[in-house]
């Protein structure tokens, strides 16, 4: 898991070996990993050729010299003001106050 999430923010910062590392991972035994680097493939791109590791594979190779960086732009906080509850968590705590 730790290597698949090291490709990631690899491929993330536009490295060609992030990506390749995803790459492999769709052969994996592990179904889950397969689809966390379908998944991740498919978000970075934009573009999605299923699991097919050779299409992937060719794709990177066009790819490789005009890779750019792309950012994780998902909202991370459920909470819209996640500072104001935890102000609230803290001060109706039990000796709080």
């Known amino acids: 898991m730790l290597e698949l999430a090291i490709a990631r923010a690899l491929a993330r910062c536009g490295s060609a070996r992030g990506y390749a590392v995803l790459i492999e991972y769709l052969h994996d035994v592990r179904s889950l990993l397969v689809e966390h680097a379908h998944e991740e493939l498919r978000a970075i791109t934009g573009t999605d050729f299923g699991k097919d590791a050779a299409r ?8 490789e010299t005009s890779l750019a960086p792309r950012p994780l732009r998902t909202k991370l906080d459920r909470v819209a003001n996640s500072e104001s509850l935890m102000r609230l968590s803290v001060t109706s705590a039990p000796g709080s106050g």
């Open 56 to 63: 992937w594979t060719e794709w990177l190779r066009s790819a």
